[in-house]
């Protein structure tokens, strides 16, 4: 079964505008962390923010913030101020298990979504 | 986090022939990780590349076709072996827990090998 479910393949944004990219996740594990990358056209990941299972606040990394819904199982990753080189595939991804414990499982990736930033 | 850098960072190969690709970190890791992504699709991860011990491959994927070699705690290499039109692909390595820093649980990725076979 899909851990990552991205449900948007593409999207659309102009620039300075915020742009919202869902993320759900399914896990029966208490324990799990949750990231987000970017991949551009030249195909490197970027890494962007981590929610861990347990933190008490929503992840914040300068115009990056997370909103972490546990109880709905989402993560949704909201760029403020888009600019033009967001334009990008954005990956959400989980890894489920406790740190530093051999229950620490691999890194799951989602479909991604594909951000077009527009002038 | 780390810098890694990935050669070559992109080839075109024949057919039935073999790549290796080298991963380097510029500081010790404890685990490095080896990904392919296929046109338009997600990543998958191939294996952990252990030091000093055989890689830990996943479903799908076997020695015999990836061999992985990582010697020390800064490199690692991937080869593709006797390729064919559906190993083109981006090939991915990614590094986590930095030796002598205080742990954290992101793994940081190279630039990647975008590989196309004939």
């Known amino acids: 079964a899909q851990k990552i479910t991205q449900t948007q393949p593409g999207m659309f944004v102009q620039e300075k505008e915020a742009v919202t990219l869902d993320c759900t996740y399914d896990?029966?594990?208490?324990?799990?962390?949750l990231f987000w990358y970017k991949q551009p056209s030249s195909g490197e990941m970027i890494f962007l923010i981590y929610q861990g299972s347990y933190d008490q606040q929503n992840a914040t990394e300068g115009r990056y913030s997370l909103n972490f819904q546990k109880a709905r199982k989402s993560a949704n990753l909201v760029i403020s101020a888009s600019q033009l080189g967001d334009s990008a595939m954005y990956f959400c991804a989980m890894r489920e298990g406790r740190l530093l414990t051999d229950s620490w499982g691999k890194l799951q990736f989602g479909a991604g979504t594909q951000v077009v930033v527009t002038p | 986090s780390a810098v890694i850098s990935q050669k070559p960072s992109r080839d075109i190969c024949q057919r039935g022939t073999s790549l290796t690709i080298q991963c380097q970190v510029d500081s010790q890791v404890t685990m490095m990780f080896w990904y392919r992504q296929q046109p338009g699709q997600s990543l998958t991860l191939i294996a952990t590349?252990?030091?000093?011990?055989?890689?830990?491959?996943e479903s799908g994927f076997v020695i015999d076709k990836f061999p992985i070699s990582r010697p020390n705690l800064t490199f690692s290499t991937l080869t593709v072996s006797n390729m064919s039109p559906e190993d083109s692909s981006i090939y991915l390595c990614?590094?986590?827990?930095?030796?002598?820093?205080?742990?954290?649980?992101?793994?940081?990725f190279g630039p990647g090998t975008r590989l196309t076979v004939l």
């Open positions: 590349a252990n030091q000093g011990s055989e890689a830990t491959y």
């Open positions: 896990t029966s594990d208490p324990s799990y962390g």
């Open positions: 990614s590094v986590e827990d930095l030796v002598g820093r205080e742990f954290t649980d992101t793994q940081y």
